[in-house]
Nanobody, 122 residues
Framework: QVQLVESGGGLVQPGGSLRLSCAAS????????MAWYRQAPGKEREFVAG????????NYADSVKGRFTISRDNAKNTVYLQMNSLKPEDTAVYFC???????????????WGQGTQVTVSS
């Protein structure tokens, strides 16, 4: 089993910054990729940013390019999301997702964190 624990959410004014963290633990043989998604009230969950765990390549949703940065700490099995120039439309619950191989012979499975609330409001 794999556990993901997110932290760093909160209330911030428009134009402000927040840094989210997500730590993976449990039966981890290899992390393939980690990503952030978000879900606003009444909307579907959407992709925000992702990072390839071994080579560190990243990709972003168009709505956050230039404002958000995803990074990783391989030693800590932790992914971060630095969010700058926040807008009210960034308000959502942010979820961490990890694609993990738990055993050398197992397939890669997807695991989700519990989510952390980000509210951008004056």
């Amino acid at each position: 089993q794999v556990q993901l624990v997110e932290s760093g959410g909160g209330l911030v004014q428009p134009g402000g910054s927040l840094r989210l963290s997500c730590a993976a633990s449990g039966s981890i043989f290899r992390i393939d990729r980690m990503a952030w998604y978000r879900q606003a009230p009444g909307k579907e969950r959407e992709f925000v940013a992702g990072i390839n765990w071994s080579i560190g390549s990243t990709n972003y949703a168009d709505s956050v390019k230039g404002r958000f940065t995803i990074s990783r700490d391989n030693a800590k099995n932790t992914v971060y999301l630095q969010m700058n120039s926040l807008k009210p439309e960034d308000t959502a619950v942010y979820f961490c997702k990890a694609d993990v191989q738990t055993l050398p012979v197992s397939a890669v499975g997807g695991y989700w964190g519990q989510g952390t609330q980000v509210t951008v409001s004056s």
